[in-house]
């Protein structure tokens, strides 16, 4: 009879051992559970971005030569800008476009030239052209600054468009 009480004991600590260690695990998991760290809701930052005002052109028909808008873009990650201005005219031909950047006591800062084509703009009755610099550097930034695009046509006709500008 002794040998039978001896083989039964070790089969007994085993089975207990198990629910034991079983129970450990799971007080773990419920544990872990519990304790983890719950999803704060996450505040909106909201990032403004400097805008510049563009102005819409007209659909209105061309009936001489205009320069509606001018603007500029940086180039991203270095301090260089393109300046651009838009218009039309009547005429079909090249646009010499003058940009004319200058500072608060009217000094010039920077004069640029170029000339460009026009394109047929049907729906205004007449030709557009756009004039896109090369990117420029040593324009001061964080200063406001005027700038002044004057276009001219075949024929010497001139037109003019201004506006105050502050380059970051």
């Known amino acids: 009879m002794e040998n039978e009480e001896n083989q039964t004991q070790p089969v007994e600590e085993n089975s207990l051992m198990y629910i034991v260690g079983a129970v450990i695990v799971v007080a773990v998991v419920v544990a872990g559970v519990i304790m983890w760290p719950k999803n704060k809701e996450a505040k909106e930052t909201v990032v403004t971005t400097p805008q510049t005002e563009t102005t819409v052109p007209s659909k209105t028909p061309f009936t001489k030569l205009v320069c509606e808008n001018e603007w500029y873009n940086p180039v991203i990650g270095m301090p260089k800008y393109y300046l651009s201005a838009g218009g039309g005219d009547v005429k079909n031909g090249t646009i010499e476009c003058t940009f004319n950047l200058s500072n608060a006591t009217g000094a010039a800062v920077l004069t640029e030239k170029m000339t460009v084509e026009t394109t047929t703009a049907v729906e205004r009755n007449g030709n557009a052209f756009v004039c896109t610099t090369k990117a420029l550097e040593k324009i001061p930034?964080?200063?406001?600054?005027?700038?002044?695009?004057?276009?001219?046509?075949?024929?010497?006709?001139?037109a003019s468009c201004a506006g105050m500008v502050t380059f970051r």
């Open 141 to 158: 930034q964080n200063t406001p600054l005027k700038m002044n695009v004057v276009v001219k046509n075949n024929e010497g006709q001139t």
